[in-house]
Structure formats: structure tokens, C-alpha cells
């Protein structure tokens, strides 16, 4: 009798023969019992309509009851993560941690069961700050419970998180510290000795392989196998040691040793019990990695289709080398592997079937993308897709210069673009296309994100009941936002109309020169300028060396008497920062759009010298600014899309602390109001009343808003903010605010820096602004002085009646010419 009339038989048979009435609970445990022994897809969908029957049910839900569907779905969702249904999986643990919290359910380990289970999915599928706030949350359940293995658990999978997010300073600093302080069980010292050696060679990595470094990751490795190869059901973690000794081994060509101990580390791994379909990929994924360093390139590409037959049902029967783009699913094991098998073409002179597999990859990186809620897993995940865009492009080159095809160039420029400010332009349609409610849930997640963040800037004086608090809240308006925008449809990056972009660009007698950022090479297209074609590509390096002359030439504003004090350095090496651009010559256009990338996004293009000179007199100095009208944009996309700075009313909001009588003062900013004042109508809050709430309760209703105020950059770990009377704004609390403005005046230091990202560009305050619909924004790349900003403040309003103004080191102006 087939499975499925067995299962049905039982459950008919629980109401109808049995002697008496069963509960609804005991309906769920029986079937969990049938499942755990006979685990299947099709069990899974049983499962699933036995919960569906459970919510149908009219009768009064009891504890009990309610406690049986937590269960049924953390069975469930073990079963789809051994099956490689990730994603399913995710979404059954977030229905019995949802359910466990709403009923505020007891006597069920829910750190164990669910909540370990689902971070570490986070993590895999690159959802960091779900992860990160998952984890932190049941550390703070098993402190409050004084349950120690949790409390390691959670420390071991946080370092997890820091080291997939590239936080390894920070990943390093946790597991020193608690393998320094807490008491361990040689088996948690020696999982924690071997997160400690990942995140010490990844940070050898990016310190060029610093050997001592490498040494110290070798080191935690060794200790870590001592630790762990004599103690019972610890293959796995062992097999992950030896793994990762191989993999050290390889990245300094010691190939026998990584050999031998990759070999130790299969034998343990299939000696294992624990094996899900994920496992078995990801080390098949790792042997090719191995072999393809080792230029085995057959045997490398024979254990990426052991990948593919792992993962992708009915692969075997389809006797293909490359999968069907219909067969493909979120998987980050299966996009490694189509990345490695791409590589493996493009070394081999195989360009063209490189990038038939590197297409494959995309609309994977899409749907993974499109599955995060959280702006920081957004971005990580969209630099990925970065780094493979510029694989993407160098082969589109190479082909050009092999065929003379223009239509390679075009390709490479569309791939450029779907990356450009891919977040922004993400979230910017979804927040058109979402509901009331929607909008809401993610007005409140972003709130709570920044009561966390500005908790945790408090340091070693942040109250954890207050961030785990924070945690919780954040954590339930995730789950209900996920359940709002299941049906909907995702954000998909439209092609860019190339002809609709000569167009704008004819049209405003403008040419554009467009920065793509790689690891090895800054990559420019220039666009219009009258020439055919009409779009061309060049390239230079991208290296620390190279990019140093433009660090060099950024370095003279960090400070007002660095330029003064060397005005011949200025001189020269603003000279050198241009000719390192390698800049179009002869142009025919007066007006020139920039979309910046990497370092380029805080460089002052105006400001450089196209002809060096002896003169001290900067007036006399030959600028880049005397030869175009120079306009920015993030992308090539905001830029055509862009509603022109034509105001039908120049009405103005003007925000002026001026915090007078504190260290904070800003005297000249009095000055500055005035001048704006004679000049158009609006209304104006200064002093205390300069506060954020006046801002947002009248932002909307005006076409400039005009903030002469204090702001910062932050750092790597503090976010940009802008000062109001009454308190510090970050930057991402600008986000939804209900603004549409002509134009956005940011009269204060450093509001176009802040944490960089390749592609997608500094998160400032200007970003800030930007996030909430304002397109034309003028702010700074440094700090300014009180009375110079009054001064320039003044004369740009003086302009401002008789023409547009040309707008950055106050970036984004859109149609000004």
C-alpha cells in the first residue's frame, strides 16, 4: 500500500475506529511520529495539510495544541533543510518561533529546536542582520536561563556571522575573548580554536597573506584537531578542521599536504551520520576548489557535477554539463559552483561558455537578494554580484577587441548597471509599489534597527535588556513583514534604454563617464560626447598602488591648512589624480555627468589641476571645473529617469540650530539664514526650535529644504548622522521620511560620506535623504568651515533666481544644464 493511503488510512482511522475522541495535538504528534520515521517530500506536504487542517479547525486552540504545530514545523523544517529545501526550511522555523511567541508558549527547547537552527540558515543564505539578531536574542534567553552550552553556541554561531559578513576583527576579538574567560569542554574549545583560525586567514587574506597571521591560523587549526580527534561524535567538527587545513595548505601551494589532509576529512565526513544534501555539496564544492588551484582541471570539473547532482533533482538523468536555468534555486553551495565551473572556462579560453554560465548566476543572486529584508545583508550580498559583474565585463572587453562588436561593450555596461546603487533602486520601488501595511512593518524595522544601533553606540554603557528588547520587537516585525510581502512580486533590474540615455545625454549637450569599481580594475564607460559609437570602454588599474594618487589628492581637504600650508603639492598632485583618470580629451560637450565608484565617490572632481603650474594663487590655477559643467549621479538610471530642478515655487524650509552658548555653535550660520531669507519665502526654525520632529512634521510641504547644522561620517562602526537641536539623527532614520523637495541643501561637514561600498556608494546622510525620494541634493565631501559655508551659502542663493545651480562636492544634480 503506497505511503501516502497509509498516512491518510491512520489519520482516518485516529477519528473514526478509535475508542475515543482524539485531540488535536494528538492528531499532530501522531503524524510528526509517522514523519520522523519516514521522512520524504511527500511527507512533508502530508505535514503541511495537517497544520493547514489544525488553523481550519474552529475549535478553541489550546496550548497544547498550539505547542504540537511548533513542533510539527521544527521536524519539518530539520527534514527540508536535510532535503536542500532552504528556503522552506527558513520559513517553517519562522512559523514555530512566531507561533511560540504569540502564544507565549512554554516547556519546549526552543534554542535547541528552532532558534539555533534558523540563525544558522540565516547565516548560510547570507540574511546577516536576521542572524545576527537571532542569535543575540536566544544568548540572552540561555543568560537569563544560566544555561552555559547555549550561551557557547550562540557565541560560536555569532563568529560564524561575523566572519561570512567580513566582520573578522570582530569575529576574532569575540572567540579570543571567550577563549581567554569562560569555561569550555575541550570539544566548545576546539570548534572555537577552529572559527578563530578561519577568521585569522581570512584576515591574513586581506593583509596580503601576512605571515604571522597565516601562522596563527595554521596554529588554532593543529590545537583545534588535538582537542577534538579523541572525543565521540565529532567527526564533523574534526572533518571541518582537516578541511580547512587543506584549504591553508592549497593557498600557499603546499599541495601534498592539503591533499593528505583533505583526504582525512572525506573519510571522516562520509563517516559521519549527519550528512543533509547541503553537506554533501558543499565539500564536493570544496574538493573542486582544491583541484582547480591545483590546475586538475577534469577532476575539478568531474566534483562540480557531483555539486550539481547533489543538489538539483533529476540532474543525474539529464546528461548535461551545465544546468537549466529553470532547475536553479537559491543556494549559495550551487553559485559557488557555477562561479568555479565559469572560472574554469574562462581560464581555459572559453570566454563565451564562461559567461553563458556566469548568466546563470545572476537571476540566483536575484532571488537570494530579493529574500533579505535587512539594507547591510542587501548590500553584501550585492557586492558578490559585483565582483562577478567585473569578471563579466573583462571578458566583454577581451571579445570587443576580438570581434570589434559594439554590442559586447553595450552587454558589459548593462551588467555595470544592474549593480550601480542596486539597493537603493531596489527598495525605492518597493516602497512605491507597497501596501499601507507594508510601509508601516518597514517604517517599524527600520526603527527598531536604529534604537539598536544607537544603543550599541553606547559601548560598554548600552543597556542589553533595552538592545534585547529592541531585538525581540524587531524580530516579530521581520516575521510579519515577510508574511506581507510573500505574494508580492520582487524588484527585477530592467535593462537601461541605451538609446533613450544618448538621447537625455544629446538633449542636455552633455557625455557621461561611468566608473565601474573591481578588484583589479577601475572600469569607465564614456557615453554621448558626440562619437561613434557612441559608447566606448577603458580601463585602469585598481590597485593600492594605483589608487594611492587618489587618496593622495583627497588627503588636501581633510583639513582647511593642509592646501594651504602645500600649495605646490596641491598642485602636482592634483595633476597626477587627473592624468591617473586618463580623462577624455578634446571633448566636444561642455557638460559632463560623473557616476563615481569606489574611491571616486570622494573625490572632487572639480578641484583637479589639468595643467600644472607654478602659481600660488588658486584663482589662477587650471581646474578641471573651467573646462565642463560637471553633474553626478549614482547611476546611469537615476540619471534618465530624473525629474528636472525646475521649481514652480522656490519655497524654502531652513533648519538652524546655530547652538549658541555650547561648544557646538555655529555663529555664521545666523548669517547664512538671513541671506536666505531676503530671497525666497518659507519658514524657518532656529535655535530650539530646530528640532527633528518640526522637520518632519513640515518637510513635506516645501520645495527646498535648506540644514545649516553639524554632521559626521562615522566610521566603520558608527553611522554618518546630522545634528538637530534637540538630538543626533543617523542616517538611516531619514529614510521614511514623507519628503518630495526640488532640492535638498546640506549646509554641513562630511554629509556625503559615510561607510563605503563599491557600487553602491557611501551610506551618508546624503544617501539618507536620497532613500526618501529627494533626487537633487548639494552636500559635502569634507568638513567646512562656519564662515566660508555662510559665504558660498549666500552666493548660491544669490544665483539661485537667475540660474540652476551646479551642484557637489554636493552631489546629484539631475537635468541642470
Known sequence: MPKKIIFLYLLISLNVFGQKKHTQEDITYDAIDYFVANPSLEGINNLNTIEANFWKNQDKKSKEGLLSIVILNCNKAYFENEFGKT??????YEKAWKTYQTYQLTDYDIIDYCLKPLGNLYTIMGDYDNAENTIKHYYFIANEEKNESAKIAAIINLSNVYQSSGKNSMAIDLLENTLKTAKLSSIQKGILLNNLGNNYLLSAKKKSFAPKTFFKAEDCYKRAVELLKNEKNQSEALSNCYRNLASLNGQRNDFEEANSYFAKAKNLFFSSKNRGVRSIAKLYYEEALLFYEQRKIPQALQSVQLVYQTLIPLYSSQKR????????????????????QADIYNQQNQPKKALQIYSLCFPIEELMGSLLLYENSKIINQVRMSNRTEKCIAI?????????????????????????????????????AASKKEKQKIQELQFWNNEILKEQQKGEYANIYKINKAIKKQNETMLLLKELQANNSSFKEESIDLNALYSKLESDDAFMVYYF????????????ESQNPKIALHSFSNNA??????????????????????????????KIAYDRLQFPKNACCKNLVIIPDGVLDFLPFEALITEESNTTNFEKMHYLLHDFNIAYNNSATFYLNAKPFIPKEKTVLGIF????????????SKTELQSIKTSFKGRFFENDSATFQNFKNNASGYSILHLSTHATAGDIETPASIKFYDREVLYSE????????????????????GKLYKSEGAMSVARGFQFAGAQNLL?????VNDYTTSVFMGISTNMSNKMTPILRPMQKPNSIF
Not at 548593462?414 to 527598495?427: D, F, I
Not at 569599481?517 to 554621448?528: A, D, H, I
Open 396 to 432: 566583454y572587453n577581451l571579445l570587443y577587441k576580438k570581434e570589434n562588436k559594439i554590442s559586447y561593450i553595450e552587454e558589459a555596461f548593462q551588467l555595470a548597471e544592474r549593480t550601480k546603487s542596486g539597493v537603493l533602486k531596489s527598495e525605492l520601488s518597493r516602497n512605491k
Open 545 to 574: 598602488r594605483y589608487s594611492v594618487y587618489f587618496w593622495q589628492f583627497i588627503a588636501y581637504f581633510n583639513d582647511a591648512n593642509v592646501i594651504t600650508n602645500d600649495i605646490n603639492g596641491y598642485n602636482h598632485f592634483g
Open 517 to 528: 569599481s573591481g578588484y583589479e580594475n577601475m572600469y569607465y564607460f564614456v557615453l554621448g
Open 321 to 340: 554539463t551545465v544546468p537549466l536555468q529553470s532547475s536553479l534555486y537559491a543556494e549559495t553551495v550551487l553559485l559557488d559552483a557555477l562561479d568555479l
Open 657 to 668: 540650530p546655530v547652538f549658541e552658548k555650547t561648544n557646538y555653535a555655529l555663529t555664521y
Open 87 to 92: 528556503n522552506q526550511a527558513i520559513t517553517s
Open 734 to 753: 531619514l529614510y521614511h521620511l514623507d519628503i518630495n523637495p526640488n532640492l535638498v541643501v546640506l549646509s554641513a561637514c562630511e554629509t556625503g560620506i
Open 779 to 783: 552636500f559635502s565631501l569634507w568638513k
